[in-house]
């Protein structure tokens, strides 16, 4: 069986509490969903700054945890059959949910719910929200070719209608608060650093923005969100 020294990560960033999961990742859309779900979930944890840069996430010892050179990732020493590596925002989610038995479903049914928006978060509203942010933000945004940024915008409004019409009348996007919540809400939040609220009319979507308010609202995401502390 192995250890958890067994894990390369280890050596670059080493565990002050081998016996508690260890989560190395940086407070983006995506790496915040790991540190609020397991916030949120009361499972003890340590948590690892790895910086975008490629000295961190393409370092030998991050690669030998995730070859996909992104965070988040995980090592967690109490995993079913021994200490268990993963990455993969998503993935890790739901392996919590199921470890901890808490906000992935209590039937069959709540739990494809929950999981249906978590894919819709995967595949729709992270990839296309990360490329609006990168052609309205970042070197994208120099781009002459206007093109490819009104594609962006327009499929970020079409999926913001998509949830602005799921949430009328609700609070949480799969009946109870879940993971599918823990997954969707950051992505929210990442239109004002991209600088395109006003750009997608947010303000006209109360439903979003009541969700999005009760989201960062609760406590073990207030924390969540400033874990991993930037360096």
Same mark, same amino acid.
């Given at each position: 069986?192995?250890?958890?020294?067994?894990?390369?990560?280890?050596?670059?960033?080493?565990?002050?509490?081998?016996?508690?999961?260890?989560?190395?990742?940086?407070?983006?859309?995506?790496?915040?969903?790991?540190?609020?779900?397991?916030?949120?979930?009361?499972?003890?944890?340590?948590?690892?700054?790895?910086?975008?840069?490629?000295?961190?996430?393409?370092?030998?010892?991050?690669?030998?945890?995730?070859?996909?050179?992104?965070?988040?990732?995980?090592?967690?020493?109490?995993?079913?059959?021994?200490?268990?590596?993963?990455?993969?925002?998503?993935?890790?989610?739901?392996?919590?949910?199921?470890?901890?038995?808490?906000?992935?479903?209590?039937?069959?049914?709540?739990?494809?719910?929950?999981?249906?928006?978590?894919?819709?978060?995967?595949?729709?509203?992270?990839?296309?929200?990360?490329?609006?942010?990168?052609?309205?933000?970042? #070197? &994208?945004? @120099? !781009?002459?070719?206007?093109?490819?940024?009104?594609?962006? %915008?327009?499929? $970020?409004?079409? +999926?913001? =209608?998509?949830?602005?019409?799921?949430? #009328? &009348?609700? @609070? !949480?996007?799969?009946?109870?608060?879940?993971?599918?919540? %823990?997954?969707? $809400?950051?992505? +929210?939040? =990442?239109?004002?650093?991209?600088?395109?609220?006003?750009?997608?009319?947010?303000?006209?979507?109360?439903?979003?923005?009541?969700?999005?308010?009760?989201?960062?609202?609760?406590?073990?995401?207030?924390?969540?969100?400033?874990?991993?502390?930037?360096?």
């Amino acid at each position: 069986m192995s250890k958890l020294a067994d894990f390369p990560i280890t050596a670059r960033w080493p565990a002050k509490d081998p016996s508690v999961l260890q989560l190395y990742s940086f407070p983006t859309p995506n790496g915040v969903k790991v540190s609020i779900a397991l916030e949120e979930m009361g499972i003890p944890y340590e948590a690892h700054t790895v910086t975008l840069s490629d000295s961190d996430v393409k370092s030998p010892e991050f690669l030998s945890l995730n070859p996909n050179n992104k965070i988040p990732a995980i090592v967690d020493p109490n995993g079913p059959d021994g200490p268990l590596g993963l990455f993969e925002s998503g993935a890790i989610l739901l392996y919590l949910a199921d470890k901890s038995g808490k906000l992935g479903g209590d039937t069959p049914s709540e739990r494809a719910k929950i999981t249906q928006w978590l894919m819709f978060q995967m595949g729709g509203l992270g990839p296309m929200f990360g490329q609006l942010g990168f052609f309205s933000k970042f #070197a &994208g945004s @120099e !781009w002459e070719d206007k093109r490819p940024q009104q594609r962006y %915008i327009d499929e $970020a409004k079409r +999926l913001m =209608a998509v949830l602005e019409k799921e949430l #009328a &009348g609700r @609070e !949480w996007i799969a009946g109870d608060y879940s993971i599918a919540d %823990i997954a969707i $809400a950051p992505w +929210l939040r =990442a239109l004002d650093f991209y600088g395109v609220k006003e750009l997608l009319g947010w303000e006209d979507h109360p439903n979003l923005v009541a969700y999005l308010d009760r989201f960062v609202a609760r406590p073990a995401v207030q924390k969540g969100l400033v874990t991993p502390p930037r360096e």
